[in-house]
């Protein structure tokens, strides 16, 4: 975790969510007071923790949650278990969160957390303890109007569960503490897809008021997880034609089209790398995605994958749609203004995932579950008055996607912060 490849990716997160957030502070005259308290985290705990692995031995791994911000609600944000799971890099994604959650104006705030740990390399024995303790560490921080879990890199509904249980074994029956949980505990219809939801309302939206066509549209997609796969046959089945797709493994790519339903089955039902899909077109490397010439380019695994050093000059777009969080670096971000290829930002593109995981906080705290239709529904009101709200300022200002996004989540922030006055009382996370 000391290695200088870790500290660059913690750097460079941190470095383009506070790049972004000068712009915009400059944008909105930000006093400097208010600059310094929203940059800075509202609150960082580290934790130890300790575990008694399977052969006997223990293992003392290191845990983190950073609350960035919870002047609109309680702190909202994923837990990763991550070999380089670190703080700064957790604070980078807890202000991300803060910001998006403020864009779609949902009542929360921004969190982050992580234990440094690889999970591939855990039994389901030692994976839960991981949990229950990490939980246990960090639950005075925690509650449903304090500061509420969602999975992330390495955590899934079933680590929701074990954080459900381990909380509620001081707070009480508390299944609004975590969301993503398994929809037995309490988990909404329509979490599993609603990220890559988001990212397809975000991509239509923008293809009727700019006329870049979605349907028979060429798309290129980095990532087949729960986002990338879950928009790829979205879109697919919007006629959208798919021509690239990858994984850690490799790209696949038909300039005709892939078959994404079969796509689907091979690399998201049965967990099989993307190179090896047996279908019309061939495989490309991951480098060569980016060459692929398509209308919508949607990176939606990694951040920091779209650098000035490979290939923000030469991508071959006309719309760029970030599924994964900051997967365009700063200065990228102005080459692609520069020759004219939108950005559509992260924490507008993909909040579809936050924004039903408030409803099933919602949900739960009424203890009344909602049909799917009533989850997509209010999900695409959402997702389409935050898309209007950026496009006004874009059309006003002649600002870029992010730049617009930015300037309303920071106005937001700041005014809940003023109104509540004490920065000492920022209760919802206090
Ligand atoms: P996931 O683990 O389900 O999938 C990640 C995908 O990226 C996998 O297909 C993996 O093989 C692929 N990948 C990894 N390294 C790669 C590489 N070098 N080249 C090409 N592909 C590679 O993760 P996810 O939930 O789909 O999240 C993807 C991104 O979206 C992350 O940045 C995450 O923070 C962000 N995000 C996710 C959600 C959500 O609800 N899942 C919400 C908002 C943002």
């Known amino acids: 975790m000391t290695s200088t490849v870790l500290k660059r990716t913690s750097m460079t997160t941190r470095a383009i969510t506070r790049s972004q957030f000068d712009l915009a502070a400059d944008l909105l005259n930000l006093e400097d007071y208010m600059r310094q308290l929203l940059v800075r985290p509202f609150r960082s705990l580290t934790v130890e923790v300790p575990v008694r692995m399977d052969d006997g031995s223990y293992q003392v791994l290191e845990g983190y949650r950073v609350q960035h911000n919870g002047a609109r609600g309680p702190c909202k944000g994923g837990v990763r278990y991550h070999p380089e ?20 104006d949902i009542p929360f705030g921004g969190a982050k957390g992580g234990v440094q740990v690889d999970p591939r390399g855990l039994s389901t024995r030692e994976l839960e303890e991981v949990t229950r303790v990490f939980t246990s560490r960090i639950s005075l921080a925690l509650g449903p109007y ?4 969602a999975p992330d890199m390495g955590t899934n509904a079933q680590v929701m569960a074990w954080m459900f249980d381990e909380y509620s074994k001081r707070g009480g029956y508390s299944p609004a503490v975590v969301t993503g949980k398994p929809i037995a505990l309490g988990g909404s219809l329509g979490r599993e897809e ?9 991509m239509q939206y923008f ?23 879950h928009l790829a046959r979205l879109l697919h089945e919007q006629g959208a034609k798919i021509i690239a797709v990858s994984d850690v493994d490799g790209g696949f790519h038909n300039d005709g089209g892939i078959d994404i339903p079969r796509m689907f089955q091979h690399a998201y039902v049965d967990r099989r790398p993307v190179p090896e899909f047996k279908g019309e077109g061939g495989t490309i490397t991951n480098d060569q995605l980016w060459n692929v010439s398509c209308d919508w380019l949607a990176p939606s695994a990694l951040g920091g994958v779209i650098t000035k050093e490979k290939n923000a000059s030469t991508i071959d777009c006309k719309v760029v749609v970030e599924g994964a969080n900051t997967p365009v670096t700063p200065i990228s971000d102005k080459i692609l203004d520069d020759r004219g290829i939108p950005v559509l930002p992260d924490f507008l593109a993909n909040a579809g995932g936050v924004v039903v995981s408030y409803f099933e906080w919602v949900q739960n705290l009424q203890q009344h579950p909602w049909s799917i239709t009533k989850v997509t529904e209010e999900l695409e009101a959402k997702m389409r008055v935050a898309y209007d709200d950026v496009r006004k300022i874009v059309e006003e200002k002649g600002v870029p996607w992010r730049t617009a996004a930015f300037t309303i989540s920071l106005a937001r922030v700041a005014e809940a912060e003023r109104l509540r006055g004490h920065h000492d009382s920022n209760s919802a996370s206090s």
């Not at 700064?88 to 864009?103: C, D």
């Open 146 to 149: 304090r500061d509420i879990p």
């Open 194 to 202: 609603a990220t890559g939801r988001g990212v397809m309302y975000t």
């Open 85 to 104: 799971a670190d703080e700064l890099e957790v604070l980078g994604l807890a202000t991300t969160m803060t910001w998006k959650t403020a864009l779609l």
């Open 207 to 229: 293809s009727q008021d700019y006329g870049v066509p979605l349907k028979g549209g060429t798309v290129a997609i980095q990532g087949f997880g729960n986002v990338g796969a």
